[in-house]
């Protein structure tokens, strides 16, 4: 049977990853017969939902991937198998026992519908990075992954439940190895100054041994701290900010600010304070770095006083020399926020914020 991959440009890097596992698979835009594997995360769920219901191939659907691991009932109503988790050992597994005709049930890592009945088989044990390339050279690329999973337990987050709570990273050779492929150098981390330590306690001379290692590739462009990866504000010290002047392309840092109320950043778990935010927002102007912070409306039971209060730290974040980029909750599965309704942002908040991106100093979402 063909094995194809379901490739759009909003799963291009889960994409990129799953490719090297399956040796001979074609990159498809929709579905054809064969074995057909999909990863997507909840915003695409009603999309391939529908493109898998309406299609008239004669296939196997696989899902994995942030969505199918979170809600793997609702997924099978529409595919055939789901991949809980890491995907790197259990999918080619998998696509091997279905293609010899060998009983799935003895796949660790997966659920499926057996006779009206879900069967979820053993879990695995989450795997280890250096094993597995982040993308084939001459197929769909991806930023390189440095690191997985993360200590904290923000309620809004899939990141902890899907891939542990404590961070793996990849070695800096492996890393080294990947960055041979690129020009620009991106890459993805729940927190890229925890590079190398535990997620909670940094340790930067990891960090700085990384930043080194790739400044002695020719012609490459490093940029660390930045979309499509994120840092912590309670990370952002004079040093670690010294590392991306001495060693990288980019002036700007991705932050991660969430809220300008301590009662919500204490409620959803999220480890550090508002002056945390602020200080490293201070910090990063006095080493001419541009913070983009990403701020959140709308979660449980955030009163309009303290949107007005996230409203004015957006306004001093500006004033500063940073930039805003806002959201609006969305529910995951298999968060502590899962089944939550986001709280509407009020009137007064949202003609500010239309405001201010009308100027553009705000840029996102900040509506469901």
């Known amino acids: 049977m063909d094995v194809n991959l379901r490739l759009h440009r909003k799963n291009s890097y889960s994409i990129a990853a799953l490719a090297p596992l399956l040796p001979g698979a074609t990159l498809v835009s929709e579905p054809h017969d064969g074995i057909m594997v999909y990863s997507f995360p909840t915003r695409q769920k009603d999309m391939f939902f529908a493109e898998v219901d309406n299609s008239k191939t004669d296939s196997i659907y696989i899902a994995g991937g942030p969505h199918p691991t979170g809600a793997p009932t609702e997924t099978l109503e529409h595919f055939d198998y789901v991949v809980i988790g890491e995907g790197e050992e259990t999918l080619p597994e998998l696509i091997e026992a279905i293609r010899s005709g060998t009983d799935t049930g003895q796949i660790r890592g997966i659920t499926y519908l057996q006779n009206g009945n879900i069967i979820y088989t053993d879990p695995r044990r989450h ?4 094993q597995y390339p ?11 992954e440095i690191s997985r999973g993360c200590p904290y337990r923000c309620k809004y987050c899939q990141t902890p439940y899907i891939f542990g709570h404590r961070m793996r990273h990849r070695s800096i050779d492996s890393i080294v190895r990947c960055a041979q492929h690129y020009r620009d150098l991106r890459f993805t981390s729940s927190n890229a100054f925890a590079y190398g330590s535990d997620g909670v306690h940094p340790q930067l001379d990891k960090v700085e041994k990384l930043l080194s290692a790739l400044n002695q590739l020719e012609d490459k462009n490093i940029y660390f701290g930045t979309f499509p990866s994120e840092v912590r504000p309670d990370f952002v010290t004079d040093q670690a900010l010294e590392l991306i002047v001495d060693h990288c392309t980019n002036s700007t840092i991705s932050l991660g600010g969430q809220s300008g109320s301590d009662r919500i950043l204490e409620r959803i778990r999220r480890g550090h304070t508002v002056r945390d935010v602020i200080t490293a927002v201070e ?6 770095i541009t913070p983009a912070v990403d701020i959140i409306f709308g979660f449980p039971d955030e009163t309009e006083e303290e949107q007005l209060r996230t409203l004015e730290l957006i306004r001093w974040i500006i004033k500063n020399n940073g930039q805003v980029r806002a959201h609006y909750l969305t ?10 309704v986001p709280v ?13 991106a009308r100027d553009g100093n705000l840029t996102g979402t900040w509506e469901c």
């Open 127 to 130: 795997v280890d990075l250096d």
């Open 134 to 144: 982040c993308f084939e050279p001459e197929g769909v690329h991806c930023p390189i």
């Open 283 to 288: 910090r990063c102007s006095i080493h001419g």
């Open 331 to 340: 529910p995951l599965p298999s968060t502590p926020y899962a089944n939550v």
């Open 344 to 356: 509407k942002v009020c009137e007064r908040v949202r003609q500010l914020l239309g405001a201010m």
